[in-house]
T-cell receptor, first 114, second 115 residues
């Protein structure tokens, strides 16, 4: 089975400051890695994912995450946050073979302060 | 747009009653998932359907929980003899097929409150 740890349950950050949301995973098999975001009063939506190839993946709204196999991490970063980035962010993994379901972390609530 | 829809959006029930939660996946998506989002537990996988294959029920917390998917489309999650610990947001997701790297598209959820 797989598990995901998001150590920071809440991260407050001032507007235009950089942010890093940490994600570590544990798995006995190779995995795909995802970040999902849940904006206030909205459903979960995919932010970015790592399947293969370059270990640095980027979203259309300026977030990026880097897969680090040796540290089993997939931290999410943004160099300058906006008010509209206020949301809850979930890191997730799924096994490359076998079961298809996602295993989620407990989420990090990012609050951008004006 | 035709995203994943769920009904009802909110359900309040009394302990011991049965409830049914409905999910309409995106048209053409063959894979359908149910998850539960509860305080302190995060998002937990419940059950997965792929086409006409037998569902993966490995995440169901007890035999009070069951789900079916009729005609490869709409799915119903049933909780029998509800308990207070069943209170949570139940999320449905669908994806185009069973490749685990595919994006799962989530519905808005059903918030279940068991009194």
């Amino acid at each position: 089975a797989q598990s995901v740890t998001q150590l920071d349950s809440q991260v407050p950050v001032f507007e235009e400051a950089p942010v890093e949301l940490r994600c570590n995973y544990s798995s006995s098999v190779s995995v795909y890695l995802f970040w999902y975001v849940q904006y206030p009063n909205q459903g979960l939506q995919l932010l970015l994912k790592y399947l293969s190839g370059s270990t640095l993946v980027k979203s259309i709204n300026g977030f990026e995450a880097e897969f680090n196999k040796s540290q089993t991490s997939f931290h999410l970063r943004k160099p300058s946050v906006h008010i509209s980035d206020t949301a809850e962010y979930f890191c997730a993994v799924s096994a490359r073979t076998g079961a298809n379901n996602l295993f989620f972390g407990t989420g990090t609530r990012l609050t951008v302060i004006p | 747009g035709a995203g994943v829809s769920q009904s009802p959006s909110n359900k309040v029930t009394e302990k011991g009653k049965d409830v049914e939660l409905r999910c309409d996946p995106i048209s053409g998506h063959t894979a359908l998932y149910w998850y539960r989002q509860s305080l302190g537990q995060g998002l937990e996988f419940l059950i997965y359907f792929q086409g006409n294959s037998a569902p993966d029920k490995s995440g169901l917390p007890s035999d009070r929980f069951s789900a079916e998917r009729t005609g490869g489309s709409v799915s119903t999650l049933t909780i029998q003899r509800t308990q207070q610990e069943d209170s949570a947001v139940y999320l449905c997701a669908s994806s185009v097929d069973n490749h685990s790297g595919n994006e799962q598209f989530f519905g808005p959820g059903t918030r279940l409150t068991v009194l």
